[in-house]
């Protein structure tokens, strides 16, 4: 049994978190729920009863074995090294730690020794990453990875529950024939797409959110040289990501072979009948966890590759599910879904 | 002066059309509307005139110069050879004869010689190679094309105004708390991605819409071995194209040395100020003919490759502008916008 605290209890991550350990039946001794001023006094209900959101401060933490941690990578930075002085491992859904040579980057589907070298840290990676790496590393294994393209079709829920107000408000006006304003992003998401997805990094014009895939996929996979290609993009759906992937590998897959590795793979599910319309897509995968995998095809411009469309629920696989899955890991726990 | 006569004036290709024609002033000496038995009868205001849309029968092109046609491929099929044998230039906004070798496939930033070797026909690309093409036209020039990949985000308007008018009430309900219900494609489009556009095409899992990507730029860059990759998507936007292209050329290039080129190409803007948020997107490209382009990057993956992102109006640039430039140019007009 593990007395488990979240930080970030009340944000969009936090929701689904307490949904998740909820159905997984995660063991508990306790949960003890931190957020901000802003939120503290608020309850939750967790299993039947009403847990009162506290205030986190530097000894919120004393008697706590595990803390997941999502309220971004500043309160990450200032209260991991409480939480660890008292004795707790963090799971860390933010980005302080996740290129932190010294902090291990964990999904349970694709390197979970890496989980047990921690020094009382576990970085939970980006969203986006996360969907991606239980489709890579089956391939990997087969054929060794080469090089990986992805251009991404994000949800706005990654942004916060604003981001998804801010759309609905937006579609409204839109429909009542105003002219479009922005409510959340630079330009209008409403009936848009934007080619931009975080914050600019470096002076090559790629984003942050571009980069993590290239340096976390590098960091999960062990294979520090491989070669990613990424474009990160906003498209005007509520929650889940979708991505148009092409994987190119030393030793030629197929289609075939490679829709056999995928549904075999843990936590990927293949949704591949383009006859009968069955392919994933952000509605339906909407509140389901692991990743969903279509559109398999040998690549038409190259002779070593095949094309792959992947789709997760950002705010369960892509966030608050893997850490749940992190903790089932240090825990020994089996998940009772 | 041109005696001109549109096939599918009442479309969303041919509305845009007639608008294109006017602000292009384009010399007529009479415009003849042309359309089936469900909307003959009706008019169109053009120039201060209203101008009768006609029944297109197998003689209504008798007198005509060019007849300019976007009416789908079966009606292409059955009126192109009586309109070439009233001695019209017929310029097919269809698929119907895209791959016919004795069939000219024209983009006048890019192949504009190859206009005047018809026989007759003239075909006009599919939307989402159309604004493509001109982008690799000068990199290729420079450089040598190796390798294209390309995933859309591609509207709905191309599907019709059908398709425009179930997106707008698929997002009303949706707004309303209703379950989601696909009135248009196979699956809901309002707050969902569809990685399909178009139809299957021969058994290795292929939309039409993606052959027409690899198949329709080799034809129009004459290059027949070209490789490319295409994943097709449509997206809860109302009009205008979207793509996230990668293009790998045989000589290094580089994004300075790219942008450089495309600020200088026909038919290209360059808008690439993400500091100033500032990239291309759907809803700001909306109504303007030509090719932008945004999010000039080196490929992290390809050290031969850049990153691009190129929106298009594809009623206008991918449909109904480029059929008049191509009229421009075998009447030696010249535009006056």
Same mark, same amino acid.
């Given at each position: 049994?593990?007395?488990?605290?979240?930080?970030?209890?009340?944000?969009?991550?936090?929701?689904?978190?307490?949904?998740?350990?909820?159905?997984?039946?995660?063991?508990?001794?306790?949960?003890?729920?931190?957020?901000?001023?802003?939120?503290?006094?608020?309850?939750?209900?967790?299993?039947?009863?009403?847990?009162?959101?506290?205030?986190?401060?530097?000894?919120?933490?004393?008697?706590?074995?595990?803390?997941?941690?999502?309220?971004?990578?500043?309160?990450?930075?200032?209260?991991?090294?409480?939480?660890?002085?008292?004795?707790?491992?963090?799971?860390?859904?933010?980005?302080?730690?996740?290129?932190?040579?010294?902090?291990?980057?964990?999904?349970?589907?694709?390197?979970?020794?890496?989980?047990?070298?921690?020094?009382?840290?576990?970085?939970?990676?980006?969203?986006?990453?996360?969907?991606?790496?239980?489709?890579?590393?089956?391939?990997?294994?087969?054929?060794?990875?080469?090089?990986?393209?992805?251009?991404?079709?994000?949800?706005?829920?990654?942004?916060?529950?604003?981001?998804?107000?801010?759309?609905?408000?937006?579609?409204?006006?839109?429909?009542?024939?105003?002219?479009?304003?922005?409510?959340?992003?630079?330009?209008?998401?409403?009936?848009?797409?934007?080619?931009?997805?975080?914050?600019?990094?470096?002076?090559?014009?790629?984003?942050?959110?571009? #980069?993590?895939? *290239?340096?976390?996929? %590098?960091?999960?996979? /062990? +294979?520090?040289?491989?070669?990613?290609? $990424?474009?990160? =993009?906003?498209?005007?759906?509520?929650?889940?990501?979708?991505?148009?992937?092409?994987?190119?590998?030393?030793?030629?897959?197929?289609?075939?072979?490679?829709?056999?590795?995928?549904?075999?793979?843990?936590?990927?599910?293949?949704?591949?009948?383009?006859?009968?319309?069955?392919?994933?897509?952000?509605?339906?995968?909407?509140? #389901?966890?692991? *990743?969903?995998?279509? %559109?398999?095809?040998? /690549? +038409?411009?190259?002779?070593?590759?095949? $094309?792959?469309? =992947?789709?997760?629920?950002?705010?369960?696989?892509?966030?608050?599910?893997?850490?749940?899955?992190?903790?089932?890991?240090?825990?020994?726990?089996?998940?009772?879904?």
């Amino acid at each position: 049994m593990t007395r488990l605290a979240v930080l970030g209890a009340t944000g969009a991550v936090g929701e689904t978190l307490l949904k998740v350990l909820a159905e997984r039946e995660f063991p508990l001794d306790e949960l003890r729920l931190l957020a901000s001023e802003r939120s503290a006094g608020q309850t939750r209900h967790f299993r039947g009863e009403d847990v009162e959101v506290q205030l986190a401060t530097e000894d919120a933490f004393d008697g706590i074995d595990i803390a997941i941690f999502s309220a971004g990578a500043a309160r990450s930075r200032t209260f991991a090294p409480h939480a660890v002085a008292a004795g707790a491992v963090v799971i860390d859904n933010s980005s302080a730690f996740r290129m932190d040579p010294e902090v291990p980057l964990v999904v349970p589907e694709v390197n979970p020794q890496a989980a047990f070298t921690h020094k009382g840290v576990i970085a939970n990676p980006n969203c986006s990453t996360m969907q991606l790496v239980p489709v890579l590393k089956p391939l990997h294994d087969a054929a060794g990875l080469e090089h990986v393209t992805v251009s991404t079709y994000q949800s706005v829920s990654g942004t916060g529950q604003k981001a998804i107000d801010g759309l609905r408000r937006e579609a409204a006006r839109s429909l009542r024939g105003e002219t479009a304003t922005a409510e959340v992003y630079a330009h209008p998401i409403a009936f848009n797409v934007l080619p931009f997805a975080g914050a600019l990094q470096g002076d090559d014009g790629y984003t942050d959110e571009e #980069l993590k895939l *290239v340096n976390e996929s %590098r960091k999960i996979l /062990d +294979l520090p040289n491989l070669r990613v290609s $990424a474009t990160c =993009v906003r498209v005007p759906v509520v929650n889940c990501h979708s991505e148009a992937v092409w994987v190119t590998t030393r030793e030629r897959l197929g289609a075939a072979r490679v829709r056999e590795l995928l549904e075999a793979a843990p936590g990927v599910t293949v949704i591949d009948d383009p006859v009968g319309n069955a392919y994933p897509t952000a509605l339906e995968i909407d509140g #389901l966890d692991g *990743v969903y995998v279509g %559109r398999i095809r040998d /690549d +038409l411009g190259d002779d070593h590759g095949v $094309a792959l469309w =992947v789709v997760a629920d950002n705010l369960r696989k892509g966030a608050a599910t893997n850490t749940v899955q992190i903790a089932e890991l240090l825990t020994g726990v089996t998940a009772k879904r």
